[in-house]
């Protein structure tokens, strides 16, 4: 059996503690050997990012510097198409090989919309999909009875019962995993810079450091 590498993708914009507690706890809770973190370059799914993919992917060196399970994935950052985690994902595949698993991290929200995702049911030829639930929010498994149809067939067919399935076939499977609720969003961490407020203890300190220094999102 071979431990899993997950990859924990977004705008990053900034990179806040909310998303490294993600990476921590799919990490253990799946006893991964690593989770790479992949900064988007241009989302298909939402606006462009305020800050430069550039920048965003700085923030993300500096946030995950230090930790030894965590890596930075570069590899859309500088494309200017669209980037789609199936191409992601597949390009992955031809570097690993065939037999490692791999496990896209995804939070619930997200989950529930991935029917929308360009080519989504081949992400599950890919990669098991591991979805982080927040404390106190409804339970996945309610949330999916108003779920798109051909998700919920997904859902019931891949569910896996413990992370134990995750090392045992490289893709394919459903784990879904708590998350400690952490109301921190780079929204609001954007709204307090561009107020002039403080976002101590809501970014680790060298990624605030660099957005007070750059200016990034105007004043912070």
């Known amino acids: 059996m071979t431990q ?11 990179i806040h503690h909310g998303h490294l507690r993600i990476a921590q706890e799919a ?48 590899r859309e950052v500088f494309r200017t198409d669209p980037c789609y985690s199936v191409d992601s994902l597949t390009a992955l595949r031809a570097e690993l090989g065939m037999q490692q698993p791999l496990c896209l991290i995804l939070g619930g929200d997200a989950f529930l919309q991935l029917h929308t995702w360009h080519e989504w049911q081949q992400l599950f030829t890919l990669a098991h999909i591991v979805v ?58 954007r709204r307090r810079c561009s107020d002039g407020k403080s976002i101590r203890y809501l970014v680790p300190d060298a990624v605030a450091h660099h957005i007070q220094t750059n200016q990034t999102y105007s004043s912070c």
């Open 4 to 14: 899993p590498i997950g990859i924990l993708g977004g705008t990053f914009d900034p």
């Open 132 to 189: 982080l639930q927040r404390a106190g929010g409804l339970p996945l498994g309610n949330a999916m009875a108003q779920a798109d149809e051909a998700l919920q067939a997904e859902y019931r067919a891949r569910l896996a019962p413990g992370a134990q399935a995750l090392h045992e076939t490289p893709a394919g499977s459903i784990f879904v995993a708590d998350m400690p609720a952490l109301e921190i969003s780079s929204t609001d961490i």
């Open 27 to 74: 990490l253990e809770q799946c006893g991964m050997s690593q989770v790479r973190l992949m900064p988007s370059g241009t989302p298909p799914h939402r606006a462009a990012p305020q800050a430069p993919a550039k920048v965003r992917w700085e923030m993300v060196r500096l946030a995950v510097n230090g930790h030894p399970d965590f890596m930075v994935d570069v």
